[in-house]
């Protein structure tokens, strides 16, 4: 099973502040996602990124999120101007094989 | 109508049980199909995929009815350590809301 770590494990930060969260893989991968979880409620996708380029995204991605991978390993989750309905988990999953997925242990998000 | 629905649950069954969960998926196009667990305030984790003909992994089975759009996992045996929320997961990303099961001594 692939490994994915993800920093900070707990992020607080103040309305309006930008947050970014990163996703560092052990081994290479080109296909990732983000999902949000609020809590108590579902797993929600937000983002793929292909080979350095959005595949897809939800409605939920909005132009308050950005993706990028900086330095061809770690893979980040920007959100510019953070609301307090962005507290949430965020996990980011890397694509393996037949299309499994594998999680980072996510990073829990408290807007303030 | 939601992507992928599942059963609400909650499910609270004896250890020993067999307990069946079911998911249904909107997409027809959909050829991707997987079960994931998911312990309170952890990763989901991947129990297993599903594949056309049905699998088996030791006391958990998974069935998919393309004809009637469902995916479902069956756990034999249930054993405490069942406890958790189960989530199925269609075509690159599409959760269920997860479905909870307790497991009671």
């Known amino acids: 099973e692939p490994e994915v770590t993800q920093t900070p494990s707990h992020q607080v930060t103040q309305m309006g502040q930008e947050v970014i969260l990163r996703c560092v893989p052990i081994s290479n991968h080109l296909y990732f996602y983000w999902y949000r979880q609020i809590l108590g409620q579902k797993v929600e996708f937000l983002v793929s990124f292909y080979n350095n380029e959005i595949s897809e995204k939800s409605e939920i991605f909005d132009d308050q999120f950005s993706v990028e991978r900086p330095d061809g390993s770690n893979f980040t989750l920007k959100i510019r101007s953070t609301k307090l309905e962005d507290s949430a988990m965020y996990f980011c999953?890397?694509?393996?094989?037949?299309?499994?997925?594998?999680f980072g242990p996510g990073t829990r998000l408290t807007v303030t | 109508r939601k992507e992928v629905e599942q059963d609400p649950g909650p499910f609270n069954v004896p250890e020993g049980a067999t307990v069946a969960f079911n998911c249904t998926y909107s997409?027809?196009?959909?050829?991707?199909f997987f079960w994931y667990r998911q312990d309170c305030r952890k990763e989901p984790k991947l129990l297993m995929s599903v594949y056309s003909s049905g699998n088996e992994d030791g006391r958990f089975t998974a069935q998919l009815n393309r004809a009637s759009q469902y995916i479902s996992l069956l756990i034999r045996d249930s054993k405490l350590s069942d406890s958790a929320t189960y989530l199925c997961v269609v075509r690159g990303g599409r959760f269920g809301a997860g479905t909870r099961l307790t497991v009671k001594p």
């Open positions: 999953a890397i694509l393996q094989g037949a299309g499994e997925q594998y």
């Open positions: 997409n027809s196009a959909s050829q991707s």
